[in-house]
């Protein structure tokens, strides 16, 4: 088989009819000089992914499969999946997403004397109608300083003297971010493909992956950590604006009940409401939850929850790494 012009490494994790529909995109035309490779890693799935990558493997040349025999997380799937490539260029995209016609082509054009590409990143169209109050999905338009892995490229030769991606990030958050700043850090370049479309599932609303996502995002103080001047992408020293109007909220209801225990029930009101206020603003009017009104009785109570969860989850990163960001 000749050298592909650029190999695709995709790690996956027990989503096998997600990772068909990436790969069935990936049989559009790309627009490419050459061949091109695909290896996806399996992450241990222990589900019906082995079985959909072999019957698949049949239909398109360009695949292959190399399966993880305990589950490692993303970081270390990938490191595998690029090492296994034989292209000069590595492209990255992930098992939820869909590449769209032509999306290799358009990263390659950006790659010329760059180290690194980001592409753009979309919510799948055809699901925004199904978007809920804790739905999630990527959207990137421009180089969106987070650097992630649903659509990115490197040089080969890049990603070796950067080592890869850090093995230590177990959960899927923040070891995108960490390679490309330590590629950018040692002098490397970076370029937009804005023609390098992908779209990204939008995952059904659910309030346990919006706590997960809380959770993962405890990870971004390590990338601070190891990049302080990373700082600035994430807004100082508070990751999300919702945090500190989240911790407002909660100081407010506390002197509220207080006052309200020692006989100032209107000034215990008055604080309360003044202190969420900010939050409920920023949640209602400037990025609401959802435009569904009815349900903001039950969905802005969990969200100031999840808000709070997630500071804590901050919190304790920041105690762990010694750095701080909230």
Known sequence: MSTPVVSVVIATYQRPEMLRSTLEALAAPQGLPGPFEVIVVDDASGDATTEVLRSLEASYPWLRHVSQERNGGPAKA???????????????????????????????????????????????????????????????????????????????????????????????????????????????????AEDALVHHAVLASSYRRRLRDARRRGNLVRVVKKHPHARARFGGWWLRPEHPMALAALAGAVVGLWLLAIGHPWLGLLCALATVSPWLYRRTITIPLTPDRSSWPVTLPLELLADLYEVSVMARASVRERTLLL
Do not use: H, K
């Open 78 to 192: 990938r490191n595998r999946g690029w090492r296994e490539a034989r292209a000069e260029f590595v492209a990255f995209t992930d098992d939820d997403c869909v590449p769209q016609p032509g999306w290799l082509a358009a990263l390659m054009r950006a790659a010329a004397g760059a180290d690194l590409v980001q592409g753009r990143t979309v919510p799948d169209p055809a699901a925004r109608d199904a978007w809920g109050p804790f739905s999630r999905a990527v959207e990137t338009v421009g180089i969106s300083g987070y650097y992630e892995t649903c659509n990115m490229l490197y040089r080969r030769d890049t990603l070796e003297r950067a080592g890869g991606f850090d093995e230590t990030f177990r959960m899927a958050y923040g070891e995108d971010c960490d390679l490309a700043l330590r590629v950018l850090d040692a002098g490397g370049t970076e370029a937009l």
